[in-house]
């Protein structure tokens, strides 16, 4: 049996009269300690962003605002997930190739990740990439 390409996490929810509370947390919906968080906000239309791997980085995302969808490939198979709740994170291990497109105009996607940053670990090329993956 394979594992899938796509982890969807459940991140709990603690909100209540007031408004909503989602929570990210060590042995909890998060499998790793975070060294660095990112956003990306602000996305021009019809622009994708992604089209790299990385090696040993293993990251958590969230869309804590509008809509984007994230495209996995392994090498081999393909896998494409529309995120668009606070609810769920997706968790990207190491060595997928990861496109991020359909970015709507209001997207804040928040991104947890296991360590600093490290232009070494991306692998930017997809013909290197599928070498790489095999
Ligand atoms: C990923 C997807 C989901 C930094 O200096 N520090 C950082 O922590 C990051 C993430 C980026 N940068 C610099 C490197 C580039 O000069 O910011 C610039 C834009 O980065 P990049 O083109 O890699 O951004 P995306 O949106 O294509 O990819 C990002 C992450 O880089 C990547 O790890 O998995 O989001």
Do not use: N
Request: aromatic residues 8%; glycine residues 8%.
């Amino acid at each position: 049996m394979t594992s899938p390409l796509v982890q969807l996490v459940d991140i709990p929810q603690h909100g209540d009269a007031r408004g909503g509370l989602s929570v990210a947390e060590l042995g909890g919906a998060l499998p790793f300690s975070v060294r660095r968080v990112y956003w990306i906000h602000g996305t021009k239309p019809d622009v994708s962003r992604g089209f790299h791997a990385h090696k040993e980085l293993s990251q958590l995302c969230f869309c804590v605002a509008g809509s984007v969808r994230l495209s996995l490939f392994d090498g081999r198979r393909e896998e494409s997930v529309i995120l668009d709740s606070h609810a769920k994170g997706l968790l990207i291990g190491p060595g997928l190739w990861r496109e991020m497109h359909d970015f709507s105009p209001d997207c804040v996607l928040m991104v947890l990740a296991s360590a600093e940053y490290d232009e070494a670990d991306y692998i930017r090329d997809r013909e290197e990439f599928i070498r790489h993956a095999r």
